[in-house]
């Protein structure tokens, strides 16, 4: 257990409002990532970020931003969100590249 | 063209028995990574077992193996004596050596386990 905790676990905004949601974690892991799960899709990796200050996009980084300004938190922001982005959002962490990545316990966001 | 493929959408197995998930992969990479995930009804992520490209034997797990067949491209989970517990959504997902900050994950299969 990485100890990864996210903040909210639910959330229903509206269309068009900005959204953050937060991880955090315990174990001083390097590396940490934003996933979001949807019927059919498995997880799709948002970005993700191998250090302090240091992220890349990943598969569907399109309406999503990111930040790291600790080596604990990392920030997922929906800049306007909109329907499509109501899904299940996944912070993991893996203290080396390539290694297997542990999860946090996802949030639910509903974008109506 | 999907990377990683998950074939069964849904399989039932019978408490006791064993089971075996499948997962095929796509890369032309020589170095990479196979993973298992399973995530219960309550919505989490757990790692299971981790089978390296290079790795001379399979992995294995408890009561998980990983059937690692790199001429097939095949990495099939394998649960014996399977539980009521083991009833969840089972993911695999790889990891590519050029790429190797970033998993990519297969699509799940839902596994049912009945008395």
């Known amino acids: 257990d990485a100890g990864i905790t996210q903040s909210p676990r639910h959330k229903v905004t509206e269309t068009g409002t900005p959204v953050t949601l937060r991880c955090h974690q315990t174990?001083?892991?390097?590396?940490m990532y934003w996933y979001r799960q949807d019927p059919g899709h498995g997880l799709r990796l948002i970005h993700y970020s191998y250090g302090v200050k240091d992220t890349d996009k990943g598969e569907v980084s399109d309406g999503y931003s990111v930040s790291r300004s600790k080596t604990e938190d990392f920030l997922l922001t929906l800049e306007s969100a909109t329907s499509s982005q109501t899904s299940v959002y996944f912070c993991a962490t893996s203290g080396q590249g390539g290694g297997e990545q542990y999860f946090g316990p996802g949030t639910r966001l509903t974008v109506t | 063209a999907q990377k990683i493929t998950q074939t069964q959408p849904g399989m039932f197995v019978q408490e006791k028995e064993a089971v075996t998930l499948d997962c095929t992969y796509d890369t032309s990479d020589p170095s990479y990574g196979l993973f298992w995930y399973k995530q219960p009804s309550s919505g989490e992520m757990i790692f299971l077992i981790y089978q390296g490209s290079y790795d001379q034997q399979n992995a294995t797990e408890g009561r998980y193996s990983l059937n690692f067949q790199k001429a097939r491209k095949s990495a099939n989970l394998v649960i014996s004596a399977s539980q009521l517990g083991d009833s969840a959504m089972y993911f695999c997902?790889?990891?590519?050596?050029?790429?190797?900050?970033?998993?990519?994950f297969g699509t799940g299969t839902r596994l049912q386990v009945f008395p």
């Open positions: 174990e001083n892991h390097r590396y």
């Open positions: 997902a790889m990891r590519e050596a050029y790429n190797t900050d970033k998993l990519i």
